[in-house]
């Protein structure tokens, strides 16, 4: 089964695909990650009420930060605004998807939905898998402000990691005239290697304090972790149906019934 379609239409089912996977990642955020974020939250407003408060003793009378303090969104508003963002962040990714498809269905034999299916697994590799587990996500207790340009380009130096690790992959298991599976052997050993050198270049980052809870820091990334993985999954399953609907209304309907001779 061909994959159906110019890159307009790819573009396209894309971004149908990527607004579905988006949605549906929100929801695992909203049901699965903001009790994580609300616990943290907490976490971190009872550590600042000591300094606050001893803070405010200082002040002359009728002088408040209260109105300082408050947030340019509320929680309820970011709660429901994540459906929006990861809307429409999952149609870029689901634009990108489309356009890396196109270009990737003239180097392969595979059927527009395994070829699909394929590359969203190979993109969750590079993108969320490779840079997670060097540097998973954090609550909004953790974490040292003045540090946050720093660990946001030590990210993008782990997906760009996570890319090469995905594109030496599947360079040796097409450079490789062997079996399927001798070839699926190098190709894991290449993205292992890749990865591990990477990881012992990259430094480390742990800002966790030692009091902060173990549990809530294990749910929180477990939920990061399930929201980013829900959406590559979708975006994958979602484009393979996609695709497998426009084959089969493309195919043409042919009549089998006899014709009297």
Do not use: C
């Not at 396209?12 to 949605?23: K, S, T």
């Not at 902060?212 to 477990?222: C, E, K, Q, S």
Request: proline share 6%; hydrophobic share 55%.
């Amino acid at each position: 089964m061909p994959l159906i379609g110019s890159l307009k239409t790819l573009l396209l089912r894309g971004l149908l695909a990527g607004l579905i996977a988006g949605l549906l990642a929100a929801t695992v955020g909203y049901f699965v990650g903001e009790p994580q974020v609300d616990a943290a939250i907490a976490i971190e407003e009872a550590a600042a009420a000591p300094a606050e408060h001893g803070h405010e003793a200082e002040q002359p009378q009728g002088h408040t930060h209260g109105d300082e303090d408050e947030p340019l969104v509320s929680r309820s508003g970011q709660k429901a605004g994540q459906f929006l963002a990861l809307g429409l962040a999952g149609m870029a990714f689901g634009a990108l998807f489309a356009s890396a498809v196109n270009v990737a269905r003239r180097f392969t034999n595979l059927s527009g939905p395994h070829l699909s299916l394929i590359s969203a697994v190979l993109a969750w590799a590079a993108i969320v898998a490779v840079p997670f587990f060097k540097y998973p996500a954090n609550p909004p207790a953790v974490g040292d402000p003045d540090t946050i340009n720093e660990r946001t380009w030590l990210w993008v130096a782990a997906v760009v990691l996570g890319l090469l690790a995905v594109a030496g992959a599947v360079a040796a298991y097409r450079a490789l005239a062997a079996s399927d599976t001798l070839r699926l052997v190098a190709a894991v050993g290449v993205f292992v290697v890749v990865t591990t050198v990477g990881y012992v270049l990259l430094p480390g980052v742990n800002e966790v304090a030692d009091d902060f809870p173990a549990t809530l820091l294990w749910n929180f990334r477990v939920a990061s972790l399930a929201e980013t993985t829900t959406l590559w999954v979708s975006l994958g399953l979602a484009f393979a149906a996609l695709t497998e609907f426009a084959s089969r209304r493309s195919t043409p309907v042919v009549d089998t019934v006899p014709t009297a001779g």
